[in-house]
């Protein structure tokens, strides 16, 4: 692929303004020994502006809290708004890392090309997490399996209401501390098969992180949680046939012949989580199959016991067993089975790079407090 990213100008100087009243250190160590996923942020949120006529602009550290917006911000009528999710993570040593940011920044430009919003500098994008780290280093917990959860978004803040692209947009940093996603540590999940919904058609935004598709999962998500389960996993939109994703993760399939089977298709988020596991797997000898994945496979797979695992994967949980698959008319699996063997222990190899146990020989890691 060509390179699309664009330069960021070299005078990028973030004004810093402290936060007069941070949570007080007993109350961040509260927080910190039992986090809960998006619920207290830190200090610090970093702010840079974009204008048509200014280009990226006035970058800034400053206090966590409410965003000024006009109610005719476009954003909130036309939701031009895109995201990233990624962690910090303290090594045994103190310092803080991050696992692949240049595939996010990347991912960010991809998600603002298609939403029509300004690309950032993959620098600048690096630059902002590490400035945040910077002021609210103290806030990466250091327990096991917990990080600091950073959540870089961009969105329209024009206030018109005609619908076309914003000349005005922001980009924020937040951040909070996080422990695992499902509250358990590897236990599996149970999924719920959507036949109703669909997340994303043939041409649409699937590929791009956007709130919208978030939104659209939202409905199907309830109903996954009215049957009991954790996570709703998503259908094709034109043959209702092939595995997509889940509300928020990649879906992968363990085979009893040592090969990984993940879908493929232009109407799914990219996950880095998978990617990364993707390639520990081949790594180790597995044979990986980006490939079009019928439910259809899944079902008699699992009845032949040729499909012997199966796993979700992303930023904010992980990787995670799936230990049931619930349909309207089906069930396999069951809610207690338990976790598969390699679906733990890439999930291992994996945290283990990121926490900085074992030797990180793709070169992923960056470290961001230094
Ligand atoms: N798919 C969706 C819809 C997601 O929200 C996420 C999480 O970010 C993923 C997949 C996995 O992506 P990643 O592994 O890059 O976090
Ligand atoms: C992530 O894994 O970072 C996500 O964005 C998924 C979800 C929390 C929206």
Not at 140 to 159: D, G, H, I, Q, W
Not at 204 to 218: D, H, I, Q
């Amino acid at each position: 692929m060509a390179n699309l990213l664009p330069m960021a100008p070299k005078d990028l100087v973030f004004r810093v303004d402290a936060n007069p009243e941070p949570l007080g250190d007993a109350e961040r160590q509260a927080v910190l020994d039992n986090p809960v996923f998006g619920t207290v942020f830190t200090d610090h949120m970093v702010d840079i502006c974009w204008s048509e006529k200014g280009g990226w602009h006035r970058p800034r550290v400053q206090p966590y809290g409410p965003i000024p917006l006009d109610p005719a911000a476009s954003v909130l009528h036309y939701g031009q708004e895109i995201f990233e999710g990624m962690k910090a993570y303290r090594h045994a040593d103190g310092s803080i890392w991050t696992f692949r940011p240049d595939q996010n920044a990347l991912r960010l430009q991809n998600s603002a090309r298609r939403m029509a919003l300004p690309e950032l500098p993959t620098d600048y994008f690096l630059q902002s997490l590490r400035e945040l780290v910077a002021v609210d280093g103290k806030w990466v917990p250091e327990a096991p399996e917990t990080s600091l959860y950073l959540r870089p978004f961009m969105f329209a803040k024009e206030a018109f209401l005609g619908v076309r692209p914003a000349k005005k947009v922001a980009f924020y940093v937040i951040a909070c501390p996080v422990g695992p996603y499902f509250g358990g540590d590897v236990a599996p999940v149970s999924i719920w098969l959507s036949t109703q919904y669909t997340r994303a058609g043939k041409g649409g935004t699937g590929a791009a992180k956007t709130g919208g598709n978030y939104a659209a999962s939202l409905l199907a998500q309830t109903e996954a949680s009215d049957n009991g389960c954790q996570q709703v996993l998503f259908l094709d939109s034109i043959e209702g046939k092939y595995l997509e994703e889940l509300g928020g993760m990649n879906i992968v399939l363990v085979r009893n012949d040592n090969t990984l089977v993940t879908p493929l298709s232009d109407t799914i988020l990219s996950g880095i989580t998978r990617d990364s596991v993707l390639a520990l797997a081949e790594d180790r000898g597995y044979r990986v199959e980006r490939r079009a994945v019928s439910i259809d496979e899944w079902r008699e797979g699992y009845e032949s016991g040729e499909i012997v695992e199966a796993f979700a994967c992303g930023t904010a949980a992980t990787v995670v067993p799936i230990g049931q698959l619930k349909g309207p008319d089906f069930t396999i699996g069951s809610a207690d089975a338990p976790a598969g063997e390699v679906t733990v222990s890439l999930r291992q190899e994996l945290v283990d790079i990121q926490y900085g146990r074992v030797e990180d020989r793709h070169d992923w890691m960056v470290r961001l407090d230094s």
